[in-house]
């Protein structure tokens, strides 16, 4: 018989029941240590008193008023991310597809607004991920998660991650703008070259196209840049987040520049949840900490700290790990052909380390941006014992 909660998902069978910091705690009492942070979201780790109490306290006030009102906490938390960010204007939503949703529209109606309704094509990249929607299926451009779900929607163009001649090729009448992730999540931790991203820039500046980077899984600190996209020195004209900015709240936003959001007008878009005061306190929480002075800096040392080991980590277990990739707190350890990196996981688990598998046989290590550089020693020194576990055995000379 079909499971009540609908089985879209290969579950562990682990129940959490309580979590501290880095550090999560099954019903029956195992210490897991959180290298995953539910897929780079819980941001602040698990119990954070300052997001704890936030959202208590927004909670016991009111939680949902809906947009039919102003919203202060949203008001607050959308003038903090464009103090923050290139853009000039926020919209909130409550999920990583939703956001993307969002930001193509934004896309679209900004080329129909300046008399090009025809041009309404992304050009997004092999690997990609956006979401589950029908629209960001389409943008993701994954065969295995098209497959069964009718006409893929009109309107993404798939070229090679890292390849400009391909992405020139691409462009057309109907283009009306590049869509990426400064580093491929899903895909496989695959970080964009900083010059590749320049290049993106200028081939939209030179074509009158909008750079749309969706920065759900790169944003809020995870790079050890509140964006990836500083890494490269340039900025977007519109950029989806979500994942880590709630802190494992749900929490979606599209932050746009003016001439891109102008054109939103009322009634364009909307959404029922998005921008709920309870969401924004809990917004509003995790930009407390992760924009307080050094903060940032410590995640960008932590962050290297982990780079460090895991590269010894793969020069230690050759069989296991080809190599190290990724940036800031969002590191991929790519595997030998031989090793499944779902094999991997599980084996992980059986160590005490939580960890996501990624596309491209890659194991993904994000742990929350609070986490301290003990803590990735012990993480380290797990992992040593998986690969350890997982070491294919040597054959042996028969003993004489
Ligand atoms: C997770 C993710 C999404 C989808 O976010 P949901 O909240 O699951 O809808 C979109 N883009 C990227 C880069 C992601 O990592």
């Not at 016991?60 to 103090?83: C, D, F, G, I």
């Not at 005061?277 to 002075?293: I, Q, R």
Request: glycine content about 12%; hydrophobic content about 45%; overall charge negative.
């Amino acid at each position: 018989m079909i499971p009540a909660l609908m089985p879209t998902y290969n579950r562990a069978d682990l129940a959490f029941e309580r979590g501290e910091g880095a550090y999560v705690w099954t019903d029956d009492g195992r210490r897991f240590l959180d290298f995953g942070s539910g897929i780079a979201t819980s941001s602040l780790g698990h119990g954070h008193p300052h997001l704890v109490k936030a959202i208590a306290e927004q909670a016991a006030k009111v939680m949902h008023v809906s947009n039919l009102y102003r919203v202060p906490q949203a008001e607050k938390l959308a003038a903090r991310h464009v103090a923050a960010s290139f853009a000039d204007s926020v919209f909130f939503c409550n999920s990583g597809a939703e956001a993307n949703e969002g930001m193509v529209k934004a896309v679209r109606k900004y080329h129909a607004e300046n008399g090009h309704p025809e041009r309404f094509r992304m050009i997004c990249f092999e690997g990609a991920f956006h979401g589950r929607t029908l629209a960001m299926l389409a943008a993701t451009g994954n065969e295995k998660y098209l497959a069964g779900f009718g006409p893929v929607v009109e309107g993404f163009d798939h070229v090679p991650f890292g390849n400009m001649n391909a992405v020139r090729d691409a462009i057309g009448p109907a283009t009306a703008g590049i869509m990426i992730e400064p580093i491929q999540g899903e895909g496989g931790v695959r970080p964009a070259d900083l010059r590749f991203l320049k290049e993106l820039r200028s081939v939209c500046d030179e074509f009158g196209l909008l750079l749309a980077l969706d920065e759900v899984q790169t944003g809020m600190g995870r790079s050890g840049k509140l964006w990836a996209h500083q890494w490269a020195g340039i900025e977007p004209d519109v950029m989806s987040s979500a994942k880590g900015i709630g802190g494992g709240f749900p929490l979606g936003a599209v932050l746009a520049k003016e001439a891109v959001a102008k054109h939103l007008k009322p009634g364009t878009h909307g959404t029922t949840y998005g921008g709920s005061p309870l969401a924004c306190a809990a917004g509003n929480a995790v930009l407390d900490v992760v924009l307080a002075e050094g903060f940032l800096a410590q995640v960008d040392r932590v962050a290297r700290h982990l780079w460090r080991g895991m590269v010894a980590l793969a020069e230690r277990h050759p069989t296991v790990v080809e190599h190290v990739q990724g940036a800031g707190l969002l590191l991929g350890l790519k595997l030998r052909p031989e090793i499944v990196n779902s094999d991997m996981q599980t084996a992980c688990v059986a160590q005490g380390l939580l960890t996501v598998a990624a596309g491209m046989n890659v194991l993904r290590v994000a742990p929350p941006l609070i986490v301290t550089e003990v803590e990735v020693d012990e993480a380290l020194a797990m992992l040593d014992r998986t690969c350890l576990a997982l070491t294919p055995a040597k054959v042996m000379a028969p003993a004489k």
